[in-house]
């Protein structure tokens, strides 16, 4: 099994690491009840996807702080 990340705005793939999701994920405890669903996908194929922000992406959003209050800014 592998954990990528990947920005949840731009949809680049930032990294992958080849780990033991649940394990890593329960030694973790970074997300309140949840919120767990909001950040991490699991597929059928056993991959994990953390949704994270990239630099670029954190860069703009620093530029333009109205875009934290859409979902989804990039077309």
């Not at 394990?23 to 597929?43: N, R």
Request: with cysteine; net charge negative.
């Amino acid at each position: 099994m592998t954990i990528r990340y990947r920005c949840r705005h731009c949809e680049t793939e930032i990294g992958t690491l080849p780990f033991d999701a649940d394990e890593t994920i329960k030694k973790l405890h970074l997300f309140e009840v949840g919120e767990v669903d909001d950040y991490i996908e699991k597929d059928e194929n056993g991959h994990t996807t953390v949704h994270c922000i990239c630099e670029h992406c954190e860069d703009s959003l620093r530029q333009f702080p109205d875009y934290y209050a859409l979902k989804k800014w990039l077309q």
